[in-house]
């Protein structure tokens, strides 16, 4: 939101419903078409307050209005998701494609990966979604996912933003034409061992939770942060037992702790930008208090 001049309301109206956040939008701009690209929310409200100026009290009582710093409002739904738009853009119904044992090509749909604690993934679409809004895609060029799996990231990356220039790397070549299908450039190979021309604006992605990666996780993201631009960000996603040996050499700006469905995750957002960073910390040190 903040590329369009949106602005947190700390004291927030119906401060007192916990998950909801508020914010002021500048008159004119049309932000719905960012909604259906939204992580873990899918109803949103607009809250009216110039209309309410002109009833009387006993008008006001049959509306029964909230209230903020002493003015009434009252919450209408602005924008609900399309639901079969999500369904479609889901894990379960978007195409994807392998190769099998023959080297032949599958297409497939409702791919899930493989299954195992280090292998390959479909991240859920909602964690998808706040992964790549996390990395600001309407104001950057271009975003590498070193882990890709199954394209979840990349998926919701093109969904956001499909002028973006993505590049897409997995060590395991079964996954190759499927990533070919969202990514600008598919790179087969070992994170560690990346080669790109040009740098990036945001590196995103969700790293093996094996334990037994943290080393080689910290040797990719090493060796990958050296070609973020100097304003360049990383998002990640780890699991909550691997964040405090997470070393990404970046300036850390917020992580927080999710339980997603019974495994405890870290999401974290890193920057290359040290005066981001100092000008971060008041910000994020009043959203932790609401969220």
């Keep these: 939101m903040a590329p369009l001049g949106a602005i947190f309301i700390t004291n927030t109206p119906i401060g007192d419903i916990q998950g909801l956040i508020a914010f002021f939008v500048p008159k004119g701009v049309d932000i719905c078409p960012l909604f259906d690209n939204v992580g873990y929310s899918y109803k949103f409200y607009k809250l009216i307050f110039e209309d309410m100026q002109a009833y009387k009290p006993a ?137 790109l021309d040009t740098p990036v604006d945001a590196i995103v992605t969700e790293v093996p939770f094996s334990m037994a990666y943290v080393d080689i996780v910290n040797d990719a993201l090493g060796h990958l942060t050296q070609f973020l631009t100097n304003q360049g960000r990383l998002v990640l996603m780890c699991h909550q037992d691997q964040f405090p040996r997470i070393n990404t050499g970046l300036y850390p700006i917020y992580h927080r702790e999710i339980n997603r469905k019974g495994t405890p995750i870290t999401i974290s957002y890193w920057t290359k930008d040290k005066s981001f960073h100092e000008a971060s910390r008041e910000y994020i040190a009043t959203l932790k208090e609401f969220i």
């Excluded at 710093?69 to 978007?94: L, M, W």
């Excluded at 590049?167 to 990346?194: F, N, Q, W």
């Design 59 to 195: 008008d006001l009582k049959s509306i029964n209005p909230y209230y903020w710093k002493g003015r009434p409002f009252v919450p209408t739904c602005y924008h609900i998701t399309d639901e079969e738009a999500f369904e479609a853009q889901s894990v379960a119904n978007r195409p994807f494609a392998v190769y099998q044992q023959d080297m032949t090509i599958k297409y497939i749909k409702g791919y899930r990966g493989d299954g195992s604690e280090a292998g390959r993934r479909a991240l859920p679409q909602e964690d998808a979604r706040l992964m790549a809004n996390l990395a600001s895609p309407l104001s950057i060029t271009s975003l590498l996912d070193p882990f890709a799996g199954g394209g979840g990231i990349i998926h919701a990356a093109k969904c956001a933003n499909r002028t973006l220039h993505l590049i897409s790397a997995d060590i395991d070549p079964t996954v190759e034409p499927g990533l070919k299908m969202y990514a600008t450039v598919h790179h087969t190979c070992d994170a560690r061992d990346l080669k």
